[in-house]
């Protein structure tokens, strides 16, 4: 089971990009994902997290500006940010907590991460 995390790349200040994270292997159920993010000199820290009953949590930081979304049938959650500010650069990092099959057992799992570059 592993997440593949894409869509990072260099944007302008105000612009937009979407990151996708792909949860794959013998899956059971997915209960919550989400993203991270950490800036060179910084801690990891949460951005947003939607549940499988599609609840979501967002950072203050980023609330009102990127949106988090999933697709249970993909087993694949979307991080779409828009207005981007150069305090967003940062590596960002997808996570689930998820249940594998055929032996059921829960797992947390870190996707590799995708870097976003916000600059001029």
């Known amino acids: 089971v592993q997440l593949q995390a894409s869509g990072g790349g260099l944007v302008q200040p105000g612009g937009s990009l979407r990151l996708s994270c792909a949860a794959s292997?013998?899956?059971?159920?997915?209960?919550?994902m989400g993203w991270y993010r950490q800036a060179p000199g910084k801690q990891r820290e949460l951005v947003a997290t939607i549940t499988s009953d599609g609840f979501t949590f967002y950072a203050d930081s980023v609330r009102g500006r990127f949106t988090i979304s999933s697709d249970n049938a993909k087993n694949t959650v979307y991080l779409q940010m828009n207005g981007l500010n150069p305090e967003d650069t940062a590596a960002y990092y997808c996570?689930?907590?998820?249940?594998?099959?055929?032996?059921?057992?829960?797992?947390?799992?870190w996707g590799q991460g995708t870097l976003v570059t916000v600059s001029s």
């Open positions: 292997g013998s899956i059971f159920s997915i209960n919550t």
């Open positions: 996570n689930a907590d998820l249940a594998t099959m055929p032996k059921y057992r829960r797992l947390e799992l």
